[in-house]
């Protein structure tokens, strides 16, 4: 299977405008429809298609932009928040995991028709650079499967990613590969993009997250440590009071798309 094919599995192309950067929606008559495959849409795993109209993700005032009657399955529990949050915590790196799905769209031709690539949650991964093996700033932005946890995509916000709000429930940026490369974010709630921009914009607003030297701010050395030395094994105890919060096996290939389209296929 073929990279791109894997990849659409996850919904149709929209030729839908994206939202005007100076209001929050598009008056557009245009009512064409995302039909995405109901195992890779907003983590269902029920037979069935769902659909909805492309307006829908950026019209004005608009508090929701999926249907009430499905509302409950995207966003995101305690629980799920907190099992993203120990699949990628780290030694110095803070984490923000968004309360709904979204999902990840990639502007294309002059007009940046979007075409629908992802769908999972953003999670800001911020970097302080205190860790030995990060010792830069930086801000992440990361689009995680839910249930599995495993990263879908992800890209390192830099001084030209021009992270935007575009509506109340859709955000822009570009691409640290390619700054022409335009790519959307549009969220299941838009208090969960309101939460997500907050937290973005204030990582941000630090020049030294973005990887913008500031004239006559020197960087503190940091003082080595002299680390206690280790006990010998003799003395160290078994793991106690320890829960798996995820479990990923072989036999949930059929659950999960990152399985089928990064996992190597075993043959039999």
Same mark, same amino acid.
């Given at each position: 299977?073929?990279?791109? $094919?894997?990849?659409?599995?996850?919904?149709?192309?929209? &030729?839908?405008?994206?939202?005007? &950067?100076?209001?929050?929606?598009?008056?557009?008559?245009?009512?064409?429809?995302?039909?995405?495959?109901?195992?890779?849409?907003?983590?269902?795993?029920?037979?069935?298609?769902?659909?909805?109209? *492309?307006?829908?993700?950026?019209?004005?005032?608009?508090?929701?932009?999926?249907?009430?009657?499905? @509302?409950?399955?995207?966003?995101?529990?305690?629980?799920?928040?907190? =099992?993203?949050?120990?699949?990628?915590?780290?030694?110095?790196? &803070?984490?923000? *995991?968004?309360?709904?799905?979204? $999902?990840?769209?990639?502007?294309?031709?002059?007009? $940046?028709?979007?075409?629908?690539?992802?769908?999972? /949650?953003?999670?800001?991964?911020?970097? %302080?650079?205190? @860790?030995?093996?990060?010792?830069?700033?930086?801000?992440?932005? !990361?689009?995680?499967?839910?249930?599995?946890?495993?990263?879908?995509?992800?890209?390192? /916000?830099?001084?030209?990613?021009?992270?935007? !709000?575009?509506?109340?429930?859709?955000?822009?940026?570009?691409?640290?590969? $390619?700054? #022409?490369?335009?790519?959307?974010?549009?969220?299941?709630?838009?208090?969960?993009?309101?939460?997500?921009? =907050?937290?973005?914009?204030?990582? /941000?607003?630090?020049?030294?997250?973005?990887?913008?030297?500031?004239?006559?701010?020197?960087?503190? %050395?940091?003082?080595?440590?002299?680390?206690?030395?280790?006990?010998? %094994?003799? #003395?160290?105890?078994?793991?106690? #009071?320890?829960? +798996? *919060?995820?479990? *990923?096996?072989?036999?949930?290939?059929?659950?999960?798309?990152?399985?089928?389209?990064? @996992?190597?296929?075993?043959? +039999?």
């Amino acid at each position: 299977m073929s990279y791109m $094919n894997t990849r659409r599995r996850l919904g149709s192309m929209s &030729e839908s405008a994206p939202p005007s &950067e100076s209001s929050e929606g598009t008056n557009s008559s245009e009512n064409n429809e995302i039909i995405m495959n109901s195992e890779w849409s907003h983590g269902s795993q029920s037979g069935g298609v769902v659909s909805a109209g *492309v307006n829908s993700l950026y019209s004005e005032g608009d508090t929701d932009t999926i249907s009430t009657d499905t @509302a409950s399955n995207n966003i995101l529990s305690d629980y799920e928040r907190g =099992q993203v949050e120990s699949f990628f915590g780290g030694l110095g790196t &803070e984490i923000f *995991v968004s309360s709904a799905l979204a $999902n990840l769209y990639e502007g294309s031709g002059k007009d $940046n028709d979007w075409h629908l690539i992802f769908t999972g /949650i953003p999670v800001i991964l911020y970097d %302080k650079g205190s @860790a030995r093996a990060r010792s830069i700033p930086r801000v992440t932005l !990361v689009l995680a499967e839910r249930g599995s946890c495993f990263a879908l995509w992800s890209d390192r /916000i830099d001084n030209l990613s021009n992270y935007r !709000v575009a509506g109340p429930s859709f955000h822009t940026m570009c691409l640290s590969s $390619n700054h #022409q490369q335009m790519i959307g974010f549009s969220f299941d709630s838009s208090e969960a993009a309101r939460e997500l921009w =907050q937290h973005m914009e204030r990582l /941000i607003s630090d020049p030294e997250n973005i990887g913008v030297s500031m004239p006559g701010r020197k960087k503190q %050395k940091q003082k080595r440590i002299k680390h206690a030395p280790l006990p010998p %094994k003799a #003395q160290i105890s078994n793991p106690c #009071q320890f829960h +798996h *919060v995820t479990s *990923v096996t072989k036999d949930d290939t059929d659950r999960y798309y990152s399985m089928q389209a990064f @996992a190597p296929m075993t043959q +039999h």
